[in-house]
């Protein structure tokens, strides 16, 4: 273990908090938000039995506990866990915060708190609490959706300003919270503080930034391990209407050169593509939370690395998807000594679609501007220099940025985007444009 962690330096433990008062809330609304996180716990600790190469804490903080027995016992899965294993160290009761063992996370807490303080009035407004004179006002008071957010930021400025103190001392890496103030500036609590509160308890996504990271696969619906291949296969919504999308245009259409390129789309690059991202977040995730400038120097280049093999295969997805459109509607570009043309971006092709296929030309027409973007991300990483995070400083080297990648057009025009965001974004303009191609295809 000591050998490997030396090869592959990047923390192998994960510690969760729970936010007792997004439990207490919940369970006080009757809301089903409580059921997936009892799953998930229940995953994360077959997962512990199974990955002893890994190690994840659950952090429940018991002097937030609602002032109700039947709460306590009821509402949250984990405290029957740690009564029915009490062996079970995953599962950790903090009775107390200790006092701060640096002056580096005092400084990191004072900080976080002012920046919060700041930002208070924007969802504290005036409310008199005082006239919540019984248990039934203040449920009314919560279930009133104009001033939850105001409900929240009380008890996080009044009661829950110790999970900061919690999150600090332990070192936790992620908090289960459906406090709108932590929610609403999550992004500037994660890139300045390194807080990372989740809201999502309807899956695993979060965590599985961090097990996919360690190459562990596990489908939360099945409950069991699979191979990175096979967990695409079976999870990906996406994928499964591709294949669909496979299936009838094979049955329509019984040549050879098509299935294959069907099967390259999908089986090889569209799995290769969704391996580069998870691999690509996980060490975003890693250089996020870890002070070892060269831990963190080696997730950058990780994730460079995952970034530059996304396109890759995402430029070689759509080229596939267009000579299989074009050996569909037997264009007679791709076989030909004009195989070069057999692509969207080639005006000849869209011409000769439209003959075949009006709307999927359309199509195709209305993407053109954002084929030239991926054109951008892909072409340099293959024939100039490879995509990599970059510092951007001003005229004084102040740091602007270090979240962007630049990159250089043939003829050496320079230009750059947010490496950070760049994948989703690509993926949503993906997804809308595969919805339009699987609705214009005219496949029986």
Known sequence: MDDFTYLYPTKRNLKILIDPLTIWKEAKLNSNKLIPINTII?????????????????????????????????SFLPIDGFHSNKKNKSLKIITKVEKFSSEYKKQRVHNMKTYLQKVKNKYVKNIDVSKLKTEKDIYKFINDKNIENDYDA?????????????????????????????????????????????????????????????????????????????????????????????AKLTKS??????????????????????????????????????????????NILLASYHLNNFYYMFAGFIDNLAIVIDIYYSLGLWGTNRYRESSFKNKDYIKLLSNKNKVLSQNIKEIQSWLKEISLKRDPGAHRQCLFFGDIVDENHKLITDENIITMDKNGKIYYFNGIKTIEYDLNKFYEFMDKICSSLNVE
């Open 42 to 74: 229940n995953a994360i600790l077959y997962l512990l039995e199974e990955t002893p190469h890994i190690t994840i804490e659950i952090l429940y903080p018991q002097y937030l506990w609602a002032k109700e027995s039947n709460l306590n016992e009821n």
């Open 154 to 246: 009380k008890n996080l400025y009044d009661q829950g300003m110790d999970l900061i103190d919690i999150y600090y001392e332990y070192d936790v890496d992620i908090i289960f919270t459906t406090n709108n103030v932590l929610i609403s500036e999550k992004e500037i609590l994660e890139k300045s503080f390194q807080f990372f509160p989740i809201s999502n308890f309807n899956s695993l996504e979060e965590i599985n930034i961090f097990l996919k990271g360690h190459n562990i696969y596990y489908d939360l619906k099945t409950q069991r391990f699979v191979t990175p291949s096979l967990y695409y296969s079976i999870t990906d919504q996406n994928m499964q209407e591709y294949i669909k999308l496979w």
């Open 253 to 298: 259409n019984k040549n050879e050169e098509l299935y294959q390129y069907l099967r390259t789309m999908l089986f090889n690059r569209y799995i290769f593509m969704m391996y580069s991202k998870d691999q690509f977040n996980f060490n975003i995730f890693q250089e996020k939370r870890d002070y070892n400038s060269d831990i963190k120097n080696n």
